[in-house]
């Protein structure tokens, strides 16, 4: 089986690749690396890519009304996605949007300060503060923090049940000491948060979401 994928040449010393939730393939390999050696290595991982691949397709169809907007997860729950011109918003019987175009937004008016109030919570028991937190619409992660101590999450975050948003959160706050996924970064993790393997695993059945919408 023969593979598309996108490859990215950088200043490295060896070849890697990645698939996305979206099973999008990403070869990273060193500046000048030919290109029959590109696809030996792609041979190599065959059975590997088929495995991904496979059991995002599989997500993918179980998550097919998510990914097309019918239904929609909030704080951990699925509910409706209702078109109407009557009313805007996230109630228990669904969420109601004049367009989608909106979709971000609702989230944020609804959650957005409620959550900041938990990051500062959380930063506050573990002694971890940053200098300041965001919400913005990122495709591909949950949260970032970088040197100046600024921490920006995902809106997408509000579409999680609250012990995996707390997870993300102590990740995050973690890269304020430990700017690496070092050994010494996780075990900072389990200190706040001894659960976090399972956690950091379950996260992935909802990775899909980041690129969504």
């Given at each position: ?144 923090c970088n040197v100046r101590g600024n921490i920006t999450f995902n809106y997408k975050i509000h579409m999680l049940a609250q012990d995996l948003q707390d997870y993300i959160i102590i990740h995050e706050l973690c890269h304020l000491q430990q700017m690496n996924h070092s050994a010494k970064f996780w075990r900072r993790v389990e200190t706040y948060m001894p659960d976090y393997k399972q956690l950091k695993k379950r996260l992935k059945n909802f990775d ?6």
């Amino acid at each position: 089986m023969k593979y598309n994928y996108n490859l990215v040449y950088s200043k490295r010393r060896s070849i890697s690749a990645s698939v996305s939730v979206d099973n999008v393939i990403t070869v990273r390999c060193p500046i000048g690396y030919p290109k029959e050696k590109v696809d030996e290595f792609l041979a190599r991982k065959r059975d590997w890519f088929d495995k991904i691949i496979e059991k995002n397709s599989q997500s993918m169809s179980v998550n097919a009304d998510i990914i097309s907007l019918k239904k929609a997860y909030v704080q951990g729950n699925v509910l409706p996605v209702i078109i109407s011109n009557k009313t805007t918003g996230i109630c228990s019987d669904g969420i109601y949007l004049s367009s989608r175009s909106i979709y971000p937004y609702i989230y944020c008016e609804r959650f957005d300060a409620r959550f900041i109030n938990r990051v500062m919570y959380l930063a506050e028991q573990t002694s971890l503060k940053p200098q300041s937190v965001k919400i913005r619409d990122y495709r591909s992660r949950w949260g970032s923090c970088n040197v100046r101590g600024n921490i920006t999450f995902n809106y997408k975050i509000h579409m999680l049940a609250q012990d995996l948003q707390d997870y993300i959160i102590i990740h995050e706050l973690c890269h304020l000491q430990q700017m690496n996924h070092s050994a010494k970064f996780w075990r900072r993790v389990e200190t706040y948060m001894p659960d976090y393997k399972q956690l950091k695993k379950r996260l992935k059945n909802f990775d899909f979401l980041t690129r969504l919408y």
